[in-house]
């Protein structure tokens, strides 16, 4: 699986921006995507997920209510609606493939890694 990020720019506290993640192969709809970001001098940490059928999806406590992932299927495409932005949302973010649901908030269990969007949010 070959991913390609896209979506990420500047946007002022309290707007919203759209990230896409398509892929490419035919493992995508087998796979469980994640969303991930990278802030300077931090760890990556984990953003959302959403399991194969897109059903079912978590979120780091950080943005839940105001970030949402969805996926579909037939265009080989995962999103992550980001509204409300707060200027600590600033990072790299990154999409991720892997197979199994187990360990889906640990990087280190994902397979297929996009090369990441920088988003930016001004106070």
């Known amino acids: 699986v070959q991913l390609q990020a896209s979506g990420g720019g500047l946007v002022q506290a309290g707007g919203s921006l759209r990230l896409s993640c398509a892929a490419s192969?035919?493992?995508?709809?087998?796979?469980?995507m994640g969303w991930f970001r990278q802030a300077p001098g931090k760890e990556r940490e984990f953003v959302a997920a959403?399991?194969?059928?897109?059903?079912?999806?978590y979120y780091v406590d950080s943005v839940k209510g105001r970030f949402t992932i969805s996926r579909d299927n037939a265009k080989n495409t995962v999103y992550l609606q980001m509204n409300s932005l707060e200027p600590d949302d600033t990072a790299v973010y990154y999409c991720?493939?892997?197979?199994?649901?187990?360990?889906?908030?640990?990087?280190?269990?994902?397979?297929?890694w996009g090369q990441g969007t920088q988003v930016t949010v001004s106070s």
């Open positions: 991720a493939a892997k197979i199994g649901w187990v360990g889906y908030s640990y990087s280190s269990t994902y397979d297929y």
């Open positions: 192969g035919r493992t995508f709809s087998s796979s469980v």
């Open positions: 959403i399991n194969r059928g897109g059903g079912s999806t």
